[in-house]
């Protein structure tokens, strides 16, 4: 089942309102074309109004047919996506006792008049009016259509006075294409289709040249340090000193660098403000190894 609409048609005599001293505007309004109770393939006609410049106004004829859909499921990465093309094939099957006189089949006319059901359950929810009632001192909105729940209906967008229409016609027409994909895909159970199996673009691929360009470079700077290190240590290194505990303490904690920290009254305020202090590495004047300054050294 399928709704096709067309724009820009005539509609019947009243359905786009008759202004009077107290009347009754619509801005909605959709009608079964046909005097008596309408069978499941009445066409209607439906009328829309907007009442700001960015909605639109117009007029349309909606007709019901019956339809083929065609439903691809694809599965990228392990997200499902489902879209559907659809083809008219024509008119909706019989669904009344003439179908039986023309030679269908129970199994055939149950399915009949079961799309005959879809198609007016589906009509019914478009029929009705939407419009305000100008009186003398107040405007009365009245909602007299199922439109409000349909989902082209936006509510942020159309209030009790206010209304803003997008496309009607394609909204029309996708909701039957909505219902009848919802319910051709319910309780199907296992069924078989044919299927086609791509293989996904790769989301990371391993590249040898990226991976060990950055690893490189750190690899290359450490090894440079590490070397000039070594040089510094072997070269610089009057005491044998290694980097074991006992050295590091020693070198660390000596007598000359306690009375620098603790502003010892030993220091001349010029020397503890100097900026040009230098500690060197070597063997101090009391017998120890370590930081001190030139005159705490021994000489050569």
Known sequence: MAFRCQEGVELPAGMSGTPGGVWDEPFWNATANSAYSPSP????YVFWKSTTESGTNGTALCTIGAAQYDFTVQITNGLQSVSYNVTHTGDLPPS??????AGSNFTELHYAQQLASISTATRSLLLGSISVMHGASTDTPRFDSSVI???FFDTSLNSGTAFTWG???????????NVSAAILTMDLGVQDSACTV???????????????LPYGVALLVVSLFLLLGIMVFLRLNPENLTSSFSNTVGITR???LNTFARNDDDLTDSKRRSRSLQFRLGELRNGGTGFGMREDLKSE
């Open 41 to 44: 393939d009445t066409s209607f």
């Open 254 to 256: 000596n007598s000359s």
């Open 149 to 151: 729940s349909a989902a």
């Open 96 to 101: 009344g006792s003439a179908a039986l006189d």
């Open 167 to 177: 496309n009607v016609a394609r909204g029309i027409e996708q909701l039957s294409y």
């Open 198 to 212: 791509s293989r996904s673009e790769i989301v990371y691929q391993y590249d040898r040249p990226n991976l060990w």
